[in-house]
């Protein structure tokens, strides 16, 4: 089903968003206007009876992301190969009963606050906030219900060289126990050059604390292709956030040298996740939040990852201070994929862009406070390419 329309064709719905989309360039470079585009088409019904659409974004070369309006789940990424073969590169399931059920975040917006909130509480302004428990005594991203399993309304935007849709959410004072109405908008673009785009912007009606983020398991090899292993990583950072055996950060920025954190020249990630430091034992394998070189407080490369077989590369540029990479370390082998694939440990890994875990409680770390009359801003952009190109 088209976006606009349900009664015109797909054809049509291309012509007449895509000339919108593209405009002038389409005309100058000779591209087949309206190639891209905003698909809708229904997903399910949550067990509480609310209808879930699943939008697909398509760029004028082919690519395309697949989203659906319950936790803004980034359901699919379909980029070439060095061949030009389109392969969906992120995990996820095939229904949303699935996503309600067990979804450890496949793909899933988080908030209000990503990663882990020490005990489960934080003061703010001398009072104090309680939050659900939800992993072991700290509070992961977001609590009970987080983000990730709100309904967000979605609306497709034309004014962009790719595709694009802004998705959004308020989630009420004092809801999973965080204070102030917090107004949250986040646009995903797929544009022209292959990159995915995440803006995020959010406003609030009483001082609170956020981080957004977004938490999809790449295998750049494909779904379902196996380990992530041999994939080669470069993190653009010289610290990380060392954690207790409950992984919430120490407060200490410590040191990657001579660490099996220092991804500053790439190293396979399989590489040295079998170590026996006790910070790879504390999180079963990589799942640290790494401090990112940055010389001021716009876009810059966070991480770049290759894929060796497909020559897919995908290097991330963000706003944010921190990223989160996980390795996938709780995958168990019980959840299947859409194709009906197991997923296994280290099978997918995540770089999740962020604020540091538990800043409430760390005064040191960068602030996660937003205030009436703020205006949180944040950008993440994921470029995709091979060594072909
Ligand atoms: C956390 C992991 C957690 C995973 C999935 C990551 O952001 O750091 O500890 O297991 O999300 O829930």
Known sequence: MTYIDPNI????????????VLGISALL????????????????????????????LTNDK???????????IITAINVPDRWGKLDNIVLGFKELADYESKNPYFGALIGRYGNRIGGAKFTLDGTQYQLAANNGPNSLHGGSKGFDKAVWAVEP???VSGAAARLSYTSKDGEEGYPGTLTVQVVYTLTNDNEL????????????VVNLTSHSYFNLAGDGAGGIGDHILTINADRYTPVDATLIPTGELASVTGTPFDFRQGMPIGARIRSNDPQMVYGRGYDHNYVLNRSDSGLSLAARVYEPRSGRIMEISTTEPGVQFYSGNFLDSTLVG???QQYRQTDGFCLETQHFPDS??????????????ETLKSTTIHKFSTDAS
Not at 62 to 72: E, L, Q
Request: no cysteine.
């Open 157 to 159: 935007l034309t004014n």
């Open 9 to 20: 064709s797909r054809r049509w719905h291309r012509l007449v968003l895509g000339a919108a």
């Open 360 to 373: 409430p409680n760390k005064s040191s770390f960068p602030t996660t406070v937003l205030k009436p009359g």
């Open 62 to 72: 082919g690519a395309s992301v697949k989203f659906i309006a319950y936790g803004g």
């Open 197 to 208: 785009r995440i803006d995020y912007e959010a406003t609030t009606d009483k001082p609170t």
């Open 338 to 340: 859409p194709t009906g």
């Open 29 to 56: 470079t000779g591209t087949s206007a309206g190639a891209a585009s905003v698909d809708k088409a229904p997903f399910g019904k949550t067990q509480d009876g609310k209808a879930v659409d699943l939008y697909t």
